[in-house]
């Protein structure tokens, strides 16, 4: 079964200033991945998924992430961002044939005026 | 198009009462799932749906719990007696097919238990 590592609890970046937050997989011969993005008072939305393809997905709201299958790793970014980015970030992953998806600890965005 | 509902926003119940959480899925999504988020953790599967059928219950804690979709509409999850471990936000999602396809959430049911 899968399991996803979220190393940063919480990250303060300047507004406008770059993002990456870290996401980490136990390695699996198919794998596939999403970041899920939680607003204050807000359900869970999808950013962005892979489940096959470049190794580069671009999701809502400017951000991205890298597929990289030799470090097991998902890491989400973006080049600038916004006090509106401030949200609760998830990283999840779920094996191909397996329907669940698991969740990593999430990972506090705080946007610095 | 309507999102995936929940109710209540919010419960506050005493230890050893009965709690009935429900979830109104994306019309026409087969696949429902309950997931919950104890404070400070990670966001835990408890079930899967497929219609009204069980497809994988493996992440339901204990006997307490019960989940139902009946007509494989909505479904609801019961926790009957609660403890004070119960303590967390429920979150209910559906999808319309399954294996990698995007799950929509709700926004959750908080639930506390004193």
């Known amino acids: 079964a899968q399991s996803v590592t979220q190393l940063d609890s919480q990250v303060p970046v300047f507004e406008e200033a770059p993002v990456e937050l870290r996401c980490n997989y136990s390695?699996?011969?198919?794998?596939?991945l999403f970041w899920y993005v939680q607003y204050p008072n807000q359900g869970l939305q999808l950013l962005l998924k892979?489940?096959?393809?470049?190794?580069l997905v671009k999701g809502i709201n400017g951000f991205e992430a890298e597929f990289n299958k030799s470090q097991t790793s998902f890491h989400l970014r973006k080049p600038s961002v916004h006090i509106s980015d401030t949200a609760e970030y998830f990283c999840?992953?779920?094996?191909?044939?397996?329907?669940?998806?698991?969740f990593g600890k999430g990972t506090r965005l705080h946007i610095l005026p | 198009e309507a999102g995936v509902t929940q109710f209540p926003s919010h419960s506050v119940i005493e230890k050893g009462q009965t709690v009935t959480l429900r979830c109104d899925p994306i019309?026409?999504?087969?696949?429902l799932y309950w997931y919950r988020r104890v404070m400070g953790k990670e966001i835990k599967f408890l079930l899967h749906?497929?219609?009204?059928?069980?497809?994988?219950e493996s992440g339901m804690p204990n006997n307490r719990f019960l989940a139902e979709r009946t007509g494989g509409t909505y479904s609801t999850l019961k926790v009957q007696p609660a403890e004070l471990e119960d303590s967390g936000v429920y979150f209910c999602?559906?999808?319309?097919?399954?294996?990698?396809?995007?799950?929509?959430f709700g926004q959750g049911t908080r639930l506390t238990v004193v």
């Open positions: 999602a559906s999808s319309q097919a399954r294996f990698g396809t995007e799950a929509f």
């Open positions: 390695s699996s011969v198919s794998v596939y």
């Open positions: 892979y489940l096959s393809g470049s190794t």
């Open positions: 999840a992953a779920g094996d191909v044939g397996d329907d669940k998806i698991i």
């Open positions: 019309s026409g999504h087969d696949n």
């Open positions: 749906f497929v219609k009204e059928s069980k497809q994988d």
